[in-house]
């Protein structure tokens, strides 16, 4: 069963994400501050990462070159109400960005 990371502090968001995924088979852990969420992503070692950037304590996408390091197989999606990635993240392996608000179609293409 692949495992899924979801940080981000909208937690509606991510009780909806999960709901979504687990039937789809999907191990589901969440995280609602970054702190807590790099912890969980050592620990977890997620196939697929979903991070958004304005979290509570940071910006979750000032962390992608450590993730990659630390997950150098995990997909790592980067969401955001903004509406395009910063250069500098454009072309790093594995990482994609998702806009938010998110549909479940879209989603799914993403796992």
Sequence with gaps: MKRILII??????CVLMRA???PLQFDVHLAFTLRDGLQKARELS?????????LPDGLGWDTVGQ????LPQS??????AFTH???ELENIPLVRFLEKPISLSTLKSFL
């Design 8 to 13: 981000d502090d909208e937690e509606d968001l």
């Design 20 to 22: 979504y995924l687990q």
């Design 46 to 54: 997620p196939d697929i990462l979903f991070l958004d950037n304005n």
């Design 67 to 70: 993730l990659r390091t630390l």
């Design 75 to 80: 997909k790592i999606n980067l969401m955001s």
């Design 85 to 87: 990635l910063p250069q």
